[in-house]
C-alpha cells in the first residue's frame, strides 16, 4: 500500500527565499509529525498535528517555521526567510495514534532533502 | 530535558558476526521503546518496539532487544548479521502520557563487509 509521501525530494534554495514542503500521510492516519535530520544526527521532532489541530509546535526553532494541515490530511512546512543552517532533511511521519488507539508506531516518508545556498 | 545516548556511532563487522548496538535514555517515567533502521537510499523503517510486557521483544529479520528498566537501556542484538544488515540504526523513545513525539538518538552506522 501506499506510504507517506514527501514533494519534493529534493530543494535547493538561496538564502532569503522562502520554501514549502509537502506531506501526504497514509490514508486515515489521525496523526501526523515533523522532524528535521541534519546531517550525521538523528530526526528532531519539530511539530505534532492530531487531525487538523496542531498539538504541539514546541520543536519548531523559530517563528520562521509555520506547518499547517487544514483539512486534517496533507500538511505543508513552510519555512520563511530561509538561512543556511536551516540545511537539512525534512523528515514527515504519520501515525494511526487516535485516543483510543494509542501505541501505534509512526511510519516515515522519505524526506525532502532542502539545501540552502 | 529527555535524551537518547547511542554510544557507537559507527561500527564495522564482518558477515556471521554478532551484534549488539547499545542505546540508553535520560527519562524516567514509563516510555515506549524503538528501533528504526534505515537502509543506504530508503526512509526510516520499523525494526522493532517496546510498549509494555516481555522485555525481550523480537523484530523483523532476526533482530530483537531488551528493556532493562533498572538500566534505562534497550539494545538492539542480532546473533549473525548478513551484508543486506548494512544500514543506519536509531533509537528512539516516547514518553506515555500525552506526548506523540519521539525523541531520537544519533544513529549509529552498521558497515558489514562480505
Known amino acids: 500500500g501506499a506510504g507517506v509521501s514527501q514533494s519534493p525530494r529534493y530543494k535547493v534554495a538561496k538564502r532569503g527565499q522562502d520554501v514549502a514542503l509537502r506531506c501526504d500521510p497514509i490514508s486515515g492516519h489521525v496523526s501526523l509529525f515533523w522532524y528535521q535530520q541534519a546531517l550525521g544526527q538523528g530526526p528532531e521532532f519539530l511539530t505534532y498535528f492530531q487531525n487538523e489541530a496542531q498539538l504541539d509546535k514546541s520543536g519548531l526553532p523559530s517563528d520562521r517555521f509555520f506547518a499547517e494541515r487544514p483539512e486534517g490530511s496533507v500538511s505543508t512546512l513552510k519555512i520563511q526567510r530561509t538561512q543556511q543552517e536551516d540545511s537539512a532533511v525534512y523528515l514527515c511521519a504519520s501515525s494511526l495514534g487516535a485516543v483510543l488507539r494509542p501505541n501505534q508506531p509512526q511510519h516515515f516518508g522519505d524526506g525532502t532533502r532542502l539545501s540552502i545556498l | 530535558a529527555q535524551s537518547v545516548s547511542q554510544h557507537n556511532h559507527h561500527v564495522i563487522l564482518s558477515e556471521a558476526a554478532s551484534l549488539e548496538l547499545g542505546c540508553n535514555y535520560s527519562y524516567g517515567g514509563t516510555v515506549n521503546l524503538f528501533w528504526y533502521v534505515q537502509y543506504p537510499g530508503q526512509h526510516l523503517q520499523l525494526l522493532l518496539k517496546?510498549?509494555?510486557?516481555?522485555?525481550l521483544v523480537k523484530g523483523i529479520k532476526g533482530f530483537e532487544a531488551e528493556f532493562i528498566k533498572s538500566k534505562f537501556s534497550f539494545n538492539l542484538r542480532k546473533p549473525s548479521v548478513q551484508w543486506s544488515d548494512t544500514a543506519e540504526y536509531f533509537c528512539?523513545?516516547?514518553?506515555?502520557?500525552?506526548?506523540?513525539?519521539?525523541?531520537f538518538g544519533t544513529g549509529t552506522r552498521l558497515l558489514v563487509s562480505p
Open positions: 517496546y510498549f509494555s510486557g516481555d522485555p
Open positions: 528512539a523513545v516516547k514518553r506515555v502520557g500525552g506526548f506523540q513525539k519521539l525523541v
